[in-house]
T-cell receptor, first 113, second 111 residues
Framework: GEDVEQSLFLSVREGDSSVINCTYT??????LYWYKQEPGAGLQLLTY?????DMKQDQRLTVLLNKKDKHLSLRIADTQTGDSAIYFC?????????????FGTGTRLLVSP | NAGVTQTPKFQVLKTGQSMTLQCAQD?????MSWYRQDPGMGLRLIHY???????DQGEVPNGYNVSRSTTEDFPLRLLSAAPSQTSVYFC??????????FGPGTRLLVL
């Protein structure tokens, strides 16, 4: 079945760029998502990319997709303390009719002043 | 639009008790789903529904029942709660687009 993996923790200083990485296994056409979860809160969709794209930029967020290596990254420019949260990578595949989301374990981002 | 709403926000149960977690959406979405979130394991799909009257199992369905009698509501039932069901439960819905919208979650503690 599909699998999504992420590193568990990332620490950066305010103003630096953060890069959160994710790998996935599905070979079919896939949507790949980044969600943000603040403490005690639900999941907020940040951005998503379809597997036929290489890059997507949305304000401070840049998503890069390496289809050959099945590697996805989320770059946050000018990281702020308010960006401290858990970031989840998730994918939904054509194999499941795009019905199911498979999540990574989440990367905890800590931004220090 | 209220989006996806969940009740209760927090619940404590004793082992063996039953309860229903409520989920409702006002976006006329056909697809709804339930996930549980456990530390270090991300979110895992419990059950999902592609429309009223249609439900199917996800990755971790054991111990949970669902039904979908209306488009708006998708309750999750625990018939006999176990400590292993202590978790945070999220409901989500999706329309015809690619985006799933999540509710705020229900924190469940089973003693």
């Amino acid at each position: 079945g599909e699998d999504v993996e992420q590193s568990l923790f990332l620490s950066v200083r305010e103003g630096d760029s953060s890069v959160i990485n994710c790998t996935y296994t599905d070979s079919s056409s896939t949507y790949l998502y980044w969600y943000k979860q603040e403490p005690g809160a639900g999941l907020q969709l940040l951005t998503y990319i379809f597997s036929n794209m290489d890059m997507k930029q949305d304000q401070r967020l840049t998503v890069l997709l390496n289809k050959k290596d099945k590697h996805l990254s989320l770059r946050i420019a000018d990281t702020q303390t308010g960006d401290s949260a858990i970031y989840f990578c998730a994918e939904s595949s054509m194999n499941t009719g795009f019905q199911k989301l498979v999540f990574g374990t989440g990367t905890r981002l800590l931004v220090s002043p | 639009n209220a989006g996806v709403t969940q009740t209760p926000k927090f619940q404590v149960l004793k082992t063996g008790q039953s309860m229903t977690l409520q989920c409702a959406q006002d976006m006329n979405h056909e697809y709804m789903s339930w996930y549980r979130q456990d530390p270090g394991m991300g979110l895992r799909l419990i059950h999902y529904s592609v429309g009223a009257g249609i439900t199917d199992q996800g990755e971790v369905p054991n111990g949970y029942n669902v039904s979908r009698s209306t488009t708006e509501d998708f309750p999750l039932r625990l018939l006999s709660a176990a400590p292993s069901q202590t978790s945070v439960y999220f409901c989500a819905s999706r329309g015809t687009g690619e985006t799933q919208y999540f509710g705020p979650g229900t924190r469940l503690l089973v003693l």
